[in-house]
């Protein structure tokens, strides 16, 4: 026979062990940060799902990370806005505009002036030396995981015959698997070659503008064995040597 003996425990302690509340243990709703652009438009924190629910913080870093670019590129769009109002006065005033419309206009003139130089000077081929540069490296960081693909194929290749040849159907369909799941994984690698030929089309403008050639974008056939592998592997190469003397052109690329 068990005897029950209630205990009287401090109120602090009975606080403590009580059950918590939803209240308590819920998670927080979704945040939403914004912000208004000075010449129309709104941009909104992009949310990362990858890390949780976002909170007002992460939206908040996102943004930040979103208006660096933005506030970086303004500097001309400014310059051209302070020349427009006195240009106005001026042509209001014409045959005989303001001194005051005139000395404002002058004023205004020099950095737009530099603004033009800065662009069609080094801006524009800067900027294609620097797209190309990095893309001569995503493309060279795809060329190395299709490597490492092929060696990987070549090994099972061998693992698959010398297996067919034994009879053993266990290991021949494990090695079959991991050579499904190989190709897979190059499907996926080459799926990273669409973005880039739509960023190269989208900068040919600025391309030619810059002075650099035009630059004949390659079509890769799907890599369904070793021989297609080695076909996507040297194709992506030269693609690559011919992007390295369009950037070397303009001055080549850092490091």
Do not use: W, Y
């Not at 930040?64 to 109002?85: D, H, T, W, Y």
């Not at 194929?153 to 079959?176: D, T």
């Amino acid at each position: 026979m068990t005897t029950n003996i209630d205990i009287k425990l401090r109120e602090d302690l009975q606080e403590a062990l009580k059950q918590p509340t939803c209240l308590d243990i819920g998670l927080p709703k979704p945040g939403s940060v914004k912000l208004d652009l000075p010449f129309g438009g709104t941009i909104k924190g992009i949310a990362d799902i990858t890390k949780g629910i976002p909170s007002d913080c992460s939206l908040t870093f996102s943004l930040m990370l979103q208006l660096g670019p933005i506030l970086a590129n303004l500097e001309c769009f400014v310059s051209l806005l302070r020349l427009i109002k006195p240009l106005i006065d001026v042509i209001k005033g014409l045959p005989f505009p303001p001194v005051e419309a005139i000395k404002e206009f002058a004023e205004a003139v020099p950095p737009v002036l530099a603004c033009f130089t800065k662009i069609f000077g080094v801006g524009i081929p800067l900027f294609i030396k620097d797209l190309l540069c990095l893309i001569i490296k995503l493309l060279n960081c795809m060329i190395g995981q299709m490597k490492s693909l092929l060696a990987l194929l070549g090994g099972l290749q061998l693992q698959i015959a010398a297996a067919s040849a034994e009879g053993n159907e266990e290991l021949l369909k494990s090695l079959e698997c991991a050579q499904e799941n190989a190709k897979c994984s190059g499907d996926a690698a080459m799926q990273a070659f669409e973005p880039i030929t739509l960023v190269l089309e989208l900068a040919a403008p600025l391309m030619e503008i810059a002075g650099a050639p035009a630059i004949e974008i390659p079509a890769l056939a799907p890599a369904d064995d070793i021989e297609a592998f080695e076909q996507v592997i040297t194709t992506l190469e030269e693609f690559v040597d011919t992007l390295q003397l369009v950037a070397d052109g303009l001055g080549g690329c850092d490091g």
